[in-house]
């Protein structure tokens, strides 16, 4: 049986001399890991089509226990984000969430819209990195039923207070009249957060912050991310230290 569809390489590695294989966070059936044998060796499209970070439609045939790469194409492999290693590291590290939290055999549109566009303002420098993985962080979370409830304080409803806290465990707001439980979270940050979880897609990269409150926004999503899914990403950590962030 053949699959056909377009999606991102999310992983690669390599199997023997001459092949690899391949994640890839597809548009119709969700994460699907395939061999694509002989990709190296070739010196067609399918090997371009077949690397890291490469956006390519796909013919994948449906063997009894695995996939393989029948056909690749490449429609965009990014190039401007494999010549800067800070770049590079944070964008294999939306790779490593989108692997982790990406559907299988279900349709993933809303996930490869998203990382994909996130791809794009990261390679062209329109938006700073920080921002990039705070949407990245908790919208994904978000798509992946992780969404926090950021209406209001979650024991006296009040909508917006000079001090709100965030539980991150449990994903909710708690005012500063009702306890202090979580971590601080301004009034610029939470009107971010809740932008990136409530906003239309189109909408979704349109708003600023100051560096300082992006910092903040950034340690809280990935607070969140970290309190639900039970993971050291070392891609993170990596892209850290060459960021030299203190977070
Ligand atoms: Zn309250």
Redesign the pocket.
Known sequence: MQLKTDGLVIREYSVGENDRVITVLTRDYGIIRAFANGAKRLKSRSQSATQLLAYSSFVFYQGRDSYSVNEAKSKEIFFKLREDIEKLSLAQYFCELAGELGPEMDRADDYLKLILNTLHFLAKDSRPQLMLKAVLELRMMSLAGYMPDLTA?D??G?FEDAGMFFEKEKGLL??C??GSGGRAVTASVLAAMRHICYSDFVKLFNFTLSDEALECLSVLTEAYLKAHIQKNFKTLDFYKSLAQLKL
Do not use: D
């Open positions: 304080c024991h006296c009040n708690v005012c009249k009702c």
